[in-house]
């Protein structure tokens, strides 16, 4: 078993975790921070849009089972890459859709998944691919947050299920639960 890591931003990380940690091939997803100035940013001031950083994820996971450009194309499916600096409600750059990617090969990936991901699409993809950054894990609390209280909240209530259904009906094969759910 080989394992490799992506680092992607779509909006806000509850959503985007809840994502990934629904695919066969998946290992980890950690929330966090990366792409800003200030070391060791809270939530609090990444939330305040003057840090830099995107709330992003970190995703490890088993090339045997799934490839790197899968994971781009489920992470083009399953957010909105033409809104800039934000997705849905969520407004600022730390909401923006950005690749951040962890090698030259990962960069043409990323680029390719881009163009293929731009015919489903009606209007421009916004995605930037940016350098790979230091990376901040968000605070615990964040981690693991639709399993534990996104349940209960409404925002991920609202945001979340829709995510997964577009994954699992669009990628069945590759969701642990598939159609299921």
Not at 161 to 173: G, H, I, Q, V, W
């Amino acid at each position: 078993m080989a394992s490799d890591v992506a680092t992607l931003a779509g909006g806000c990380f509850w959503c985007t975790e809840a994502v990934f940690k629904d695919v066969i091939g998946v290992e980890t997803v950690e929330s966090g921070y990366i792409g800003g100035a200030l070391p060791n940013p809270t939530y609090k001031q990444v939330c305040g849009g003057d840090t830099g950083h995107a709330e992003a994820i970190r995703i490890t996971f088993d090339t045997d089972q799934v490839r790197y450009g899968d994971i781009l194309d489920m992470f083009f499916a399953t957010h909105d890459p033409t809104q800039l600096n934000r997705q849905g409600n969520d407004v600022g750059t730390q909401y923006r859709s950005a690749i951040f990617p962890h090698s030259a090969d990962q960069r043409e990936e990323a680029q390719a998944a881009i163009a293929r991901a731009s015919a489903g699409w009606p209007a421009p993809i916004v995605t930037s691919i940016e350098p790979l950054s230091e990376w901040y894990p968000a605070e615990d609390y964040h981690q693991q947050y639709w399993e534990g209280e996104g349940q209960s909240n409404p925002y991920c209530l609202a945001v979340i299920p829709p995510k997964l259904k577009k994954l699992r009906k669009s990628f069945a094969d590759r969701s642990k639960t598939g159609m299921a759910a």
